[in-house]
Nanobody, 122 residues
Framework: VQLQASGGGLAQAGGSLRLSCAPS????????VGWFRQAPGKEREFVGA??????YYDDSVKGRFTISRDNAENTVNLQMNTLKPEDTAVYYC??????????????????WGQGTLVTVSS
């Protein structure tokens, strides 16, 4: 399964962007999906994840970002509001069956996409 992340681009600080993640095959509803980001020179870091009904967020994005499932479109979306320059990164979605101890790390996810670049200007 390959994942396709889309929706990245350039935004001003305080603005919004909406990212989408879709699988190349199968139903996304059978996977947990995590969003991660990687800024230049930094390690990939956890942004948030959605399980069957529960969502979890890193403290750095809590209250600004929202992850949701669109079962009709077979996508998982990341709505990013009140963007900050420090949100600039390549954003990746991962899918799999992470457990409580692994869902905040990339190792918890089996399938990945190529990422989409988000640039926030000040």
């Amino acid at each position: 399964v390959q994942l396709q992340a889309s929706g990245g681009g350039l935004a001003q600080a305080g603005g919004s962007l909406r990212l989408s993640c879709a699988p190349s095959e199968g139903s996304f509803s059978s996977y947990s999906v995590g969003w991660f980001r990687q800024a230049p020179g930094k390690e990939r870091e956890f942004v948030g994840a959605v399980f069957r009904r529960s969502t979890y967020y890193d403290d750095s994005v809590k209250g600004r970002f929202t992850i949701s499932r669109d079962n009709a479109e077979n996508t998982v979306n990341l709505q990013m509001n009140t963007l900050k320059p420090e949100d600039t990164a390549v954003y990746y979605c991962g899918a799999g069956w992470p457990i409580v101890s692994t869902f905040r790390g990339p190792e918890g996810y089996r399938y990945w996409g190529q990422g989409t670049l988000v640039t926030v200007s000040s």
